[in-house]
Each structure stands twice: as C-alpha cells, then as structure tokens.
C-alpha cells in the first residue's frame, strides 16, 4: 500500500497567529487624550453603520488587554497582529505627540510580553485623525507627511518591543471604498482622478513606513505592506485557465502590488486611467518601491475566472445566485483563494516570503447555549482553507505565516457589531469573552501545527 502525508504538519517555523484593529476593538474612544478619527466622526453620521452602532466601547479592549492576552496565550496563541491607532499617538494628526498614547501601548506591549506572545504591528488600519481628513484626508500629499511624522514617532518609540511591522493595510479600503463609494470613512464620493491620487498617496505612506523602519526599527525588524489583492481561481486547475486567472489578477491588480513592483505606473494602468491618472513627483517611486523584506495578504474570497471562450485573455465568471457565501454578501465561499493568491504573487512579483495576515468568515446569528457557541461553519471555513494554504506550501509558495481574523467579534466597520468574525464571542453589553467551538479547533492546529 502507498502511503501519503495529506496532514503532514506545516514548516517548525511557521507563525499561526490571530489579527485585530485598534478601532475594531478598543472603545476607550476618547481616553487619555485621544484625538477623533474619520470613523469616531463617520460612525455619527446617520445610516453610515448598521445600528447606529458607535466605536466607542467595542470590546473595551483597552481596559482588558491584559485580561484578552490571559485569553489568547490560554489558547495557545504565540502570534498577535494588531494595529496602533493614529489619533491616540497624534491627536490632531501631526501637532504635538500625546505621551499617554505612547504609554498606553508600552503597558499593552509589556502584557504581551509577559503572555508570550509576539507583537506584529500594523501602522494604519483606516483609523485617520479626523483632523488630517479636515484637510483633505487621503486625497491631500500633506496626510502623507503627517503619516511619515507618525511612523517615524512610533518606530522609534516601540523598536525595543516591536520587530515586524505592516505599513498601511489594504489601501483599497481607505481609498476606493472610502473616497469613491462612500462606504467606508469619511464617506466621500469622489472622481476617479481624485480617487486614484488617494491611491498615490497612499503608496507614498507606504513607502514612508518601510523607510521608518529601515532608519529606527533597528536590529532584526522588518516590514511589508498588507494588501487585499483582488483574487482569482481558475475554474479548472488547467494550463489554459490557470493562464487565463493570471492575467486578470496581474490586470486588476496592476496601480498597487503592479506599480510596487514595477517601479513606476504601467503603461497599461496609465492608458486604462487616461487624463485620470495621479500626479507623481519626481522621487516617489523611489520611496515607493523601496524593498520589503515580505508580502501581506488579506484573503477571504475570490472571483472565478477562465479562458475567453471567444479568445479573450480571460473572463470572469458570474457567480449563481445560490453560490455558498458567510453573512457579509461580499463573502463567498472560496477556499482556493488562499492557494492561488500568494502563489501569483510569487510568480508575479518575486516576493520571498508571504504572511496571510487575514482569513477568516463572518456571520450574524451565533448565540451562546449552554455556555457554548457551536460554530462548525468557521470550523470548516479555517480547516478548507488551512489545507489550501498546506498545499501552496507543498507546491513552493512561501507562506509563512498565518493569521486568522479575528480574535474576538468586534466592531465590523459598516456592518456594526452585528457582523461576527471572532474565534471568541463577546457579549457587547456584559463584556463577558466565550470562545466559540472554532477557538478550541484553531487551538489544536497550532498546538499540532497539523491541519486537523
Ligand atoms: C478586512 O477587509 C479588514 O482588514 C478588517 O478590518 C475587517 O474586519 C475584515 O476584513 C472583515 O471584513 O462593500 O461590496 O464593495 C476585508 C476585505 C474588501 C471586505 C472590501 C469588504 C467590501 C466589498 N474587504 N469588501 S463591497
């Protein structure tokens, strides 16, 4: 008889690790000096949030930490992704730096440390001082100034505590969503032109980030930019749809990860954008595409592509009403994403070394009974795409890491509280943490290192 290793356990070194947001989690809205962001300001706006929910006291992380990393480390978890919120470190966006903010994270650092677990530190998660939007927010150069202040302050305040660190994670959610759909803060419904200059911007802040960390991180610290890519599947695991699957991801990810690698705007992305196209200085690309030292990716689904039938290089497919999805209607069900991504991004792009620095599913309905939340849907949800992300690595794509969105259910954005992505369910009006049935499943893949 043939033996094979369908569970063979992931790379000794392989990171598991869990994510979260400094807006998405910490209430404590207005402690200790902290100035208003765009989603303080956003969330006041009527029918900007399901429920008129507020960012408020969300899981009140700020006052729990200690408690939540008691939690996590019970858990086994060694690896924490979490953001530093802007407006705590700087109130008014640039000005003068707020030491209670600073200080606040040295205490959440030291708690950490003492649970064993591994600060990875993302410097921007959408939450903007409201004051910097004030002057324009993402479509105004003098944010990106500010956001260099700001990663400068806080790569040197934390490089004792803090060696991996994310500049901005994914732009297109600040950007695209934000400044020509509406639906993310500050909300604002913007021309394209205007809309792609937040995109330059953004690359800047980017650019800026890895520069921080390169002059104060100091020893041993790296960085990458987080990035919701736009994925594809190939319909069928052939040449010609793998082929087809390829050349649209390349296409639809062309003015981020494409201008990233390509030092500059591609032809391609400068014809399709037109008399639309950003104001670049002299520089920018410098700053830009300065070398990262690994590739974060957020992956919860995908779109389905295949060879043109009338000879086109590609063509997506419409999903059926019916196709399988979680609550969030964006989120279909498509494990093979997380095989296909990252392993474009190598062949595209080059990149060395590949964290997944989000996965995870979100639903409404997941009551406790009996002390217990029997979530078998997030359950097959992380074991179908752990054995993909198993199989990119057993094909050569270097993934390193893995981390699961999220920790504990918190403030989704637009979606309020309502929308519940946490491996650990949180009662928002008793604060009371219950993990779910998916927390004891991710406990024993990380304590086995074996998709199980
Ligand atoms: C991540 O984004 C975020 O980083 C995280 O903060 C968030 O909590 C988590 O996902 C769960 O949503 O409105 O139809 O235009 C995920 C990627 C891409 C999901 C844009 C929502 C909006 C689709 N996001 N998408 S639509």
Redesign the pocket.
Known sequence: MKSITYSSPFPSDFVFGVAA?SA?IEGGAFADGKGESIWDRFARSPGAIHGGDTLDVACDHYHRFDEDFGLMASLGVKHYRLSIAWPRIYPSGDGDVNPAGLDFYHRLFASMSKHGIKPWVTLF?WDLPQALEDQGGWTARSTVDAFARYADTVVKAFSGEVKDWITL??IR?FTL?AYA?G?KAPGRKESAAVVNQTYHHALLAHGHGVRAVRMFGGEGARVGLTD?VDVSVPVTETPADIAAAKAWFADKNLHILGAIHGKGYAQAYLDRVGADAPLVEAGDFELISLPTDFLGL?I?TATYVRAGRQGEAYEAVQLPANYPRAD???LNLVPQAIYWAPRMCHELYGYPSIYIT?NGC?YNEEPVVNGEVVDLHRRDYLRNHLREVHRAIADGVPIDGYFL??FIDNF??EDGYQRR?GIVHCDFQTQVRTPKLSAYYYADVMRLRTVL
């Open positions: 947001a998405q998660h994670n994914e959610c969503l759909y639906l919701n957020n919860y969030s209607s964006w989000e979100g969105w999220s989704e954005w992505f």
